[in-house]
């Protein structure tokens, strides 16, 4: 069993940034890619980024693109998320997830595990 813990959550003000670290328990992370998600109140839970085991290749939902960076350290067992230019409507609980396979995936059912989230609050 994988377990995930992510951290670096906060609040911060609109056009700010903040870097989100995922730690795996299990070095076998290393052959999986892995993803961020995030859940606003009232709203379904919403792709945010991927990264494929290696690295090699990563894809980001519309919303974050060009504000986000999605890395991933397998020395590590370690995934970041590098958020800038924070919008009030970044604001959500955001998951970190890691697939079975080293490919990715945009769906959360793509995803065998997950953390327990991080709070991230942008104010205006």
């Known amino acids: 069993q994988v377990q995930l813990a992510e951290s670096g959550g906060g609040l911060v003000q609109a056009g700010g940034s903040l870097r989100l670290s995922c730690a795996a328990s299990?070095?076998?992370?290393?052959?999986?890619?892995m993803a961020w998600f995030r859940q606003a109140p009232g709203k379904e839970r919403e792709f945010v980024a991927a990264i494929t085991w290696s690295g090699g290749s990563t894809y980001y939902a519309d919303s974050v693109k060009g504000r986000s960076t999605i890395s991933r350290d397998n020395a590590k067992n370690t995934v970041y998320l590098q958020m800038r230019s924070l919008k009030p409507e970044d604001t959500a609980v955001y998951y970190c997830?890691?697939?079975?396979?080293?490919?990715?995936?945009?769906?959360?059912?793509?995803?065998?595990?997950w953390g327990q989230g991080t709070q991230v609050t942008v104010s205006s």
């Open positions: 299990k070095r076998t992370v290393s052959n999986s890619a």
């Open positions: 997830a890691a697939r079975r396979v080293g490919g990715i995936a945009t769906t959360s059912d793509g995803y065998a595990y």
